[in-house]
């Protein structure tokens, strides 16, 4: 297996909802990643987990919430979201450490509304 | 914070044509890497080029490296109607190399 699976690919949801995404991957990779992207700009990082702990969180607002159960599985808690947190969210994983290129999910296209 | 720049911000050739794409960094870097996305959705890895490499080749594509000029290109060969994606440069910085930086991305489009 050598993809990075996550769920939902869409997601409407209002700003009092709690929602959650998920991303799955089986490759081994022990070191995870969310990104966020707008559209026509590059991703940018909000969290990387390396051995199952979070080792950066990029000064992402309290309403975004990681987490990672196991060494496959990495979920993003979402409460209280504002309609500029309208974005598709990527997921990545990688083998710990550099150089390592990522693999990455095809996304959920999140809409707050 | 992003990292890198890229140039052109969209480049349009012919089939069969060669595209350059450039871009640059402010940092030094432990590798720099390359991506395709398509339509908005994954990303996908292309190549990695670590920082004490100059150039690296895989099937028709050639990357370089420039650390003195804080450089790289992607150079696609022989481009096909369905290299038209979005390339985007990214760098793995030399003191937090965990941390993968995207570029702003070149839109590149092919057309038959």
Known sequence: ?113 | SQQGEEDPQALSIQEGENATMNCSYKTSINNLQWYRQNSGRGLVHLILIRSNEREKHSGRLRVTLDTSKKSSSLLITASRAADTASYFCATADIQGAQKLVFGQGTRLTINP
């Open chain 1, 1 to 113: 297996d050598t993809e990075v699976t996550q769920t939902p690919k869409h997601l409407v949801m209002g700003m009092t909802n709690k929602k959650s995404l998920k991303c799955e991957q089986h490759m081994g990779h022990r070191a995870m990643y969310w990104y966020k992207q707008k559209a026509k700009k590059p991703p940018e990082l909000m969290f990387v987990y390396s051995y199952e702990k979070l080792s950066i969180n990029e000064s992402v607002p309290s309403r975004f919430s990681p987490e990672c159960p196991n060494s496959s599985l990495l979920n993003l808690h979402l409460h209280a979201l504002q309609p500029e947190d309208s974005a598709l969210y990527l997921c990545a994983s990688s083998q710990a450490g550099p150089p390592y290129g990522y693999t990455f999910g095809s996304g959920t296209r999140l809409t707050v509304v």
